[in-house]
């Protein structure tokens, strides 16, 4: 997803980050997938002030997956987004739903300032392009 992100979007930097435990597993993922985009892997776990200080934002673009599931992870993980972006900054969080209260993520769990726009994107199951 990264290596892609950074070619879609010509992006001067990319950044891929896990936990630090995964992050072997990143890098090994991003090194098989990359075609030679320049991506970087580095550990983030998200009420880390210093892991997100270490990556060098604001980024213009945020992206994640699945990141939404666990109800109380969504403070940290809401942290890890302040310290990563800015005014300026889009942030796209793509989930499969499991549970109706993902969604209480982006309705009015957003901190002061955030706008949450539902966004529709074929399925992958159905055919739409991978």
């Not at 879609?8 to 891929?16: D, E, W």
């Not at 673009?61 to 992870?73: I, K, R």
């Not at 005014?87 to 982006?106: G, W």
């Amino acid at each position: 997803c990264s290596a892609r992100a950074a070619r879609a979007t010509g992006a001067a930097r990319v950044v891929a980050t896990d936990e630090e435990g995964l992050v072997p597993l990143l890098r090994a993922t991003v090194e098989e997938n990359a075609a030679g985009a320049a991506v970087e892997v580095a550990p983030l776990t998200w009420d880390s002030a210093e892991q997100a200080a270490a990556l060098r934002g604001p980024f213009g673009l945020v992206m994640g997956s699945d990141l939404v599931f666990d109800p109380g992870h969504w403070p940290a993980l809401w942290g890890a987004i302040g310290r990563l972006t800015d005014r300026d900054s889009t942030v796209l969080l793509v989930f499969r739903e499991r549970n109706p209260a993902e969604l209480d993520f982006f309705r009015g769990q957003a901190p002061p300032g955030w706008e949450a726009r539902e966004v529709e994107v074929p399925s992958l199951e159905a055919g739409g392009a991978g």
